[in-house]
C-alpha cells in the first residue's frame, strides 16, 4: 500500500481551505457597493439583487447615469429617515424613467437599510430613496392594504455621515415640510465594487 507524501496530502487540504476563504469575496460580488459622495461626507451602501432584482437594477440605473449628482436629501425626519435623490437644490423635481412595481423584498426597514420612496401608488418608485435611522417596523409590508416600502440595501459604512444629515436643522420651504436649512447634496453617486 502506497502512503501519500506530505506534500500530497498538504495540496488538497489547502485547496479546499483557500476555497473556504474564498467564498465570502465571490457572495460579495454578487452584492454590488455604491458611493454616496454628499457634501457632509461619504455613505457607502451594499445593494441585495437577490431580495430585490428590479429595484436594485432601477437604482443602479441611476447611478450609472450620473442621475444623482446635484440633487439633495430634501426629507430629513429625525427618528425617522433622511430621503433624497430626486430633487435639485431648489426643490425642482429631477425628470426621471418610468416607475418601477414594489418588489417585496422580505428585508425589513431597519436602522441603516436603504429603501425606495414613492408615493401612495406601491408601484410608483422611481429615483428617491430613504436611509432609515432606526427601526421603522410600519414600513414593512405586512398585506396587500399595507404594502410597505422595498428595502433593497444597507449602509455599510458612513452611517456616522447619515446620523450627521439626520441632526441638521429642518423646516418647510413652499409645500415642502423637513427640508434642510441649508442644503445638503448628493455630489455623485458610483458603483466601487
Known amino acids: ?26 457572495a460579495d460580488a454578487d452584492h454590488p457597493h455604491v458611493r454616496l459622495e454628499t457634501s457632509q461626507g461619504d455613505i457607502e451602501v451594499e445593494l441585495d439583487p437577490e431580495a430585490a432584482p428590479k429595484t436594485v437594477a432601477n ?20 427618528d425617522f429617515m433622511i430621503q433624497g435623490g430626486g430633487m435639485t437644490a431648489d426643490l425642482e423635481q429631477k425628470e426621471t424613467h418610468a416607475p418601477i412595481a414594489l418588489e417585496k423584498s422580505g428585508i425589513d426597514n431597519t436602522r ?67 427640508v434642510p436649512r441649508s442644503p445638503i447634496t448628493i455630489e455623485g453617486a458610483e458603483r466601487i465594487d
Open 1 to 26: 500500500m502506497r502512503v501519500p507524501s506530505l506534500r500530497q496530502s498538504l495540496i488538497p487540504f489547502c485547496l479546499s481551505a483557500l476555497t473556504l476563504f474564498s467564498l465570502p469575496a465571490l
Open 59 to 78: 437604482f443602479l440605473r441611476y447611478v450609472d447615469e450620473d442621475f444623482y449628482a446635484g440633487t439633495i436629501f430634501h426629507r430629513v425626519m429625525q
Open 112 to 178: 441603516g437599510t436603504l429603501a425606495m420612496a414613492r408615493t401612495a401608488n406601491p408601484d410608483s418608485a422611481t429615483s428617491q430613496f430613504f436611509i432609515n435611522l432606526v427601526d421603522n417596523g410600519a414600513l414593512n409590508y405586512r398585506d396587500l392594504y399595507n404594502p410597505g416600502y422595498t428595502v433593497f440595501g444597507h449602509v455599510v459604512s458612513g452611517m456616522d455621515v447619515v446620523d450627521k444629515i439626520a441632526g441638521t436643522p429642518t423646516g418647510r420651504q413652499g409645500p415642502h415640510a423637513d
